[in-house]
């Protein structure tokens, strides 16, 4: 694992698409693994900016996204999709056939659960998976105790990643309580992981996660076993590390 301690959030998204730039520069065809969350926000702002200054081509890229919420139609500005396109995809040249996310609204969820792996092996897999990490130490949305050997499918939301997401909400009850979410085998196939955390209120987890016990109680702790993880942290977030 390689931890890399930015002194802040601005070098923190400034390194972090630096890396994702290196990869799209080296495979111009990349399968790109891509969160959401405010961690990620710069990184995607930095790479709008790699686009337009410096030419930075989306065109043969393939992403996928991991997770979004269940019930949500993708034109709620809650959703990932509307996250998504409004946040990154409208700012570079990413071909609309080349993007996916899961569907919120799918009639058959297994089906589109098991469609959605089948199409990440179709394209030969993820190169570079971005992760960010909850409170609760969940990765994409695979809450505590999740079976490290589940791949896309529905998840019920922890009360903590409830609380933590109602801030983009008019009200708590409008949370969504579920959501589809790639699973942890599915993240730990990618070849390569940079995992982002900002902010003193990620210390803890992110202590525990890297240098506690590997277990299904803290999701992001089995990144510890993939043996391709940066992690980008900034001196808040990284403040209880004991290796560094
Ligand atoms: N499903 C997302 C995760 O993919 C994200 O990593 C996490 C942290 O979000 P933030 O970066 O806003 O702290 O929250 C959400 O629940």
Request: aromatic share 8%; charged share 25%.
């Amino acid at each position: 694992m390689k931890i890399y301690v930015e002194e802040n959030y601005q070098k923190l998204s400034k390194k972090a698409a630096y890396i994702l730039a290196s990869q799209v520069r080296l495979k111009p065809d990349s399968v790109l693994g891509l969160a959401t969350g405010d961690t990620p926000l710069g990184m995607y702002r930095e790479l709008a900016a790699m686009h337009q200054e410096e030419d930075l081509d989306f065109k043969e890229v393939k992403t996928f996204n991991l997770d979004e919420y269940y019930g949500l139609e993708k034109e709620n500005p809650q959703s990932y999709h509307y996250y998504m396109m409004e946040n990154f995809f409208k700012y570079v040249n990413i071909q609309e056939k080349n993007i996916h996310i899961p569907d919120g609204q799918a009639p058959d969820i297994e089906e589109a659960c098991r469609r959605y792996e089948q199409l990440i092996r179709l394209m030969g897999g993820i190169d570079l998976q971005v992760l960010g990490i909850g409170r609760n130490g969940h990765i994409g949305f695979n809450e505590p105790d999740v079976k490290f050997e589940a791949t896309t499918h529905l998840v019920q939301l922890d009360e903590d990643t409830i609380q933590a997401n109602a801030r983009f909400f008019d009200s708590i009850h409008k949370v969504p309580t579920q959501a589809i979410s790639m699973g942890i085998k599915t993240i730990m196939q990618a070849k390569k992981i940079v995992l982002l955390a900002s902010g003193r209120e990620k210390r803890e987890v992110i202590q525990r996660a890297l240098e506690g016990k590997i277990s299904p109680e803290l999701p992001a702790s089995v990144l510890q076993l993939h043996n391709d993880v940066v992690v980008i942290l900034d001196r808040e977030a990284a403040g209880g590390l004991k290796e560094i």
